[in-house]
């Protein structure tokens, strides 16, 4: 069984307060009101990450995450944060690949492929992203552009290191938008990707390949878009935010 994981990328939001204010929310709530196994991960700013481990409860299935990672582990890299210094603080998850990254700060898929050995080198869980742009959708092969961009960041993975992957379909075109690919649309789209993975790392790899759906995501709309077979969850932006519209994303994936 793939486990169901719901994350938050809380992007470039929150002041340390407000950081603190929400984590201890979403901790509280998570805990009183979500009976199910969804693992919950919150993806905060990285100058967080430190403070923020102590609101979580002791071995429990919240955990934090980055937004990023380089894929050198130290160096003449000003402003940037590595691998092994996630793991030093205890960081389980990384965000790669974000199309925001892509878009505004240049990543390609080339050193997408080296930061997602470094996260694995470190023990990071990587939450690789990939998606189209609505131009993609509208005219071009992007079905093809998608997989390209797991072709070539992920599959010189040997299959145990793949093991550790997990993969958010973002739609650039849904991303902070309000306009959610329909349910229907996340479900063809993740089947179509699993049989990707399924041809390079066979059958039993891709059924147990978590696959979130990001890209307005929210309160209302979650549930049905988690309930398609091939939707493990979700990578959640702004619904992250609020404490309550977060938990109840989480719920909705039990
Ligand atoms: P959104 O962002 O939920 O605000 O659309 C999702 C994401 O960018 O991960």
Request: proline letters at 2%; a negative charge.
């Amino acid at each position: 069984m793939r486990k169901r994981l719901v994350a938050g990328n809380w992007k470039m939001n929150k002041t340390y307060d407000e950081a603190v204010a929400l984590v201890s929310e979403v901790v509280n709530m998570v805990k009183d009101e979500v009976t199910g196994q969804t693992e919950v991960v919150l993806c905060t700013p990285s100058i967080y990450l430190t403070a923020l481990k102590q609101y979580l409860p002791v071995g429990g299935r919240i955990s934090l995450g980055a937004q990023n990672c380089h894929e050198k582990a130290s160096g003449a890299y000003t402003g940037e944060v590595s691998a092994p210094m996630l793991q030093s603080i205890g960081v389980r998850y990384v965000i790669l690949g974000h199309s925001e990254r892509r878009q505004y700060f240049n990543e390609t898929n080339a050193q997408l492929a080296e930061r997602v050995d470094a996260a694995l080198a470190n023990g990071l869980t990587p939450i690789f992203c990939c998606g189209e742009s609505l131009d993609m959708r509208e005219n071009g092969d992007y079905l093809g552009f998608v997989k390209e961009q797991l072709t070539e960041s992920l599959f010189h993975l040997s299959a145990e290191q793949f093991a550790s992957v997990v993969i958010a379909y973002e739609p650039i075109w849904a991303i902070g938008t309000g306009l959610t690919a329909s349910s229907q649309q996340a479900q063809d789209m993740h089947r179509e990707l699993r049989q990707h993975l399924a041809g390079k790392y066979g059958d039993e790899a891709a059924q147990n390949t978590t696959i979130l759906y990001g890209g307005s995501a929210n309160a209302q709309n979650a549930a049905e878009l988690f309930a398609q077979p091939d939707v493990d969850g979700g990578l959640i932006g702004g619904a992250s935010l609020k404490s309550r519209d977060f938990t109840t994303v989480v719920k909705a994936n039990n």
